[in-house]
């Protein structure tokens, strides 16, 4: 099934703001509202920044937002900060494909 | 605090089968509306989801590995397994589990996941 597509790369400097476009279709991010972020840094497992969209769990910085437009979700990260660098994919729920992941974005902090 | 731990063999030969178990501890496998699921990740590529499966023995999969690939739960032992047949090189990944949240759809605890290597 067809990964979400992201930019392979975004980079930024200390105290700026980024932000990753995660693009799908209007057989997912265009028809739920179920868009989450995960962080992910070299060697580790997926850590969730963001659900549904726009939510943050307990213990994510408030730097770090969601937002969706049509068929395409967002992440932004204000204030960036070097422990910010780490791959970023969005995963969407798809209905019947269950769900879908996106292609990975690179975030190198300058 | 949940944990889920991957458990199994590091290499796996070509056609035979991949089989990984998660262990739950710090909660329930049992728990209503969540689901426990698979996540794949090729050395340098991204995130595949492989399939979840709820308490009741319900399962759903990828698509383009349904196939292929068999989830169970056993509840008496808070765990849930994959099994994934008839393996090739494209197969080996990092093989994650990780609780989904039912409705909203999220993964919120994640294994630290376990490299399959398919070779012979």
């Known amino acids: 099934q067809s990964a979400l597509t992201q930019p392979a790369s975004v980079s930024g400097s200390p105290g700026q703001s980024i932000t990753i476009s995660c693009t799908g279709t209007s057989s997912d991010v265009g028809s739920y509202n179920l868009v989450s972020w995960y962080q992910q840094h070299p060697g580790k497992a997926p850590k969730l920044m963001i659900y549904e969209g726009s939510k943050r769990p307990s213990g994510v910085s408030n730097r770090f937002s969601g937002s969706k437009s049509g068929n395409t979700a967002s992440l932004t990260i204000s204030g960036l900060q070097a422990e910010d660098e780490a791959d970023y994919y969005c995963c969407s729920y798809a209905g019947s494909r269950g769900g879908v992941f996106g292609t990975g974005t690179k975030v190198t902090v300058l | 605090q949940l944990q889920l731990q991957e458990s199994g063999p590091g290499l796996v030969k070509p056609s035979e089968t991949l089989s990984l178990t998660c262990i739950v501890s710090?909660?329930?496998?049992?728990?209503?509306?969540?689901?426990w699921g698979w996540i794949r990740q090729p050395p340098g590529k991204g995130l595949e989801w492989i399939g979840s499966?709820?308490?009741?023995?319900?399962?759903y999969y990828n698509p383009s590995l349904k196939s292929r690939i068999t989830i169970s739960v056993d509840t008496s032992k808070n765990h849930f397994s994959l099994k994934l047949n008839s393996v090739t090189a494209a197969d080996t990944a990092v093989y994650y589990c990780a609780r989904r949240v039912g409705g909203p759809y999220y993964f919120d605890f994640w294994g630290h996941g376990t490299l399959v290597t398919v070779s012979s």
């Open positions: 710090g909660g329930s496998v049992s728990s209503t509306g969540y689901y």
């Open positions: 499966i709820y308490y009741s023995g319900s399962t």
